[in-house]
């Protein structure tokens, strides 16, 4: 809708501290007193990106392998896409994502609006990725070698997969299909997530991952505890809430009220 999640992060001797979390409307995006002089990075929705896992050797030029690997099937040149690649945590296995740069204008057009043109140069990040950071880098782990993220808003979960605390995996679910108000919708979305999570699990076995899925981690603007419960009818394996680890703010005041686990995309988008 109009509201952004916002994280800012800076580098404090060596360590990332969190300076702010604030939930912002569009008209106040670069405004806000506590986010004067810092660098604009916008999550893009998962569904604009492409994703490929591959394999490169020490020797490669990892990102011109990962974008000729990419570009093997792309439907159009790939002078009309923009690049990027993450070393997966597993040996010579990356990530590789490419977003056709006329849908992220649009995308940035759409979603910022008058905003556009004046907060600055925009740095993007496919939203399950900034999740796994996110997870990764400031919360306390939980579940065992190999869990699965999933985001859920309104449209669509993002989901990522990490193992031994690093990410192998990224894709998502659309939700607007399901009639997540009615058990039955409810239920229809939860099956064909399982069955997502349960395929893209199975595909890391060509990884050499064949350890099973210990945990699903659940997060987003869209979950609450009822929704938590009614998961747990449909999978066996054990479903979490991350854990923001409060070590990370620069000041240690009343967290209590603050809904830490919302702000895991924002603060993906913002780690260094």
């Known amino acids: 809708d109009d509201l952004f999640y916002v994280a800012r992060i800076e580098q404090q001797a060596g360590r990332q501290e969190i300076k702010a979390l604030l939930r912002l409307e569009r008209s106040h995006l670069g405004e806000h007193h506590l986010l004067q002089g810092g660098e604009f990075v916008l999550s893009i929705p998962d569904e604009l990106v492409m994703v ?21 099937t792309l439907p159009e040149d790939a002078d009309q896409y923009l690049f990027d690649v993450v070393h997966s945590g597993l040996d010579s296995r990356y990530l590789g994502m490419a977003v056709r740069r006329d849908r992220l204008d649009d995308y940035k057009a759409t979603s910022l609006g008058e905003k556009a043109g004046t907060i600055g140069d925009t740095q993007y990040e496919m939203r399950a990725a900034a999740l796994a950071t996110g997870y990764t880098e400031f919360c306390r782990k939980s579940g065992g070698d190999l869990i699965c993220l999933a985001d859920f808003t309104r449209v669509a979960v993002s989901l990522a997969f990490v193992y031994q605390n690093a990410l192998i995996d990224l894709c998502y679910l659309p939700l607007v299909k399901f009639d997540l108000a009615s058990p039955e919708g409810f239920g229809k979305m939860a099956v064909e997530l399982k069955t997502l999570m349960n395929f893209r699990t199975a595909s890391l076995f060509s990884d050499g991952i064949t350890t099973p899925l210990s945990c699903l981690v659940v997060c987003g603007d869209a979950v609450d505890d009822d929704t938590v419960e009614k998961l747990k009818r449909y999978f066996t394996v054990d479903i979490n809430r991350p854990n923001v680890n409060t070590g990370f703010f620069a000041g240690q005041g009343d967290l209590g009220s603050v809904p830490l686990e919302k702000y895991l995309v924002a603060l993906g988008l913002a780690a260094k």
Do not use: P, Y
């Not at 020490?58 to 011109?64: H, K, L, Q, V």
């Open 52 to 72: 490929k896992r591959f394999a490169l050797n020490g020797d490669d030029d990892i990102d011109s392998r990962a974008k000729f690997e990419l570009a093997q």
